[in-house]
């Protein structure tokens, strides 16, 4: 079993900056693939970013390729999502996951994660 807390979520400026962090319980942190997710109201969840078990691989969603950037700690097990050039649409509640599969190509894939975040909201004004 793994919890997952995210924290850092508040309200910022456009084109402003953020790090939002998930820390996990447990002590097999390093076998799971990390991701975000985030949900604004009335949308489906989005995939934003992933990073696979080592590190050593990062894939991003589209919409936010070039502004956000994700790492990992093993060593603390935690992972990062640092946000820059934020716009009013990326406010969202953000979620972090992780899954045993480390598959390139699925990460986007809700259903392939084993383990959720409660969320942090992140809200952008303009």
């Known amino acids: 079993q793994v919890q997952l807390v995210e924290s850092g979520g508040e309200l910022v400026q456009a084109g402003g900056s953020l790090r939002l962090s998930c820390a996990a319980s447990g002590r097999t942190f390093s076998i799971y693939a990390m991701s975000w997710f985030r949900q604004a109201p009335g949308k489906e969840r989005e995939f934003v970013a992933a990073i696979s078990r080592g590190g050593g691989n990062t894939y991003y969603g589209d919409s936010v390729k070039g502004r956000f950037t994700i790492s990992r700690d093993n060593a603390k097990n935690t992972v990062f999502l640092q946000m820059s050039s934020l716009k009013p649409e990326d406010t969202a509640v953000y979620y972090c996951?992780?899954?045993?599969?480390?598959?390139?190509?699925?990460?986007?894939?809700?259903?392939?994660?084993?383990?959720w975040g409660q969320g942090t909201q992140v809200t952008v004004s303009s």
């Open positions: 996951a992780a899954r045993r599969i480390d598959r390139a190509g699925t990460y986007y894939n809700t259903a392939t994660y084993d383990y």
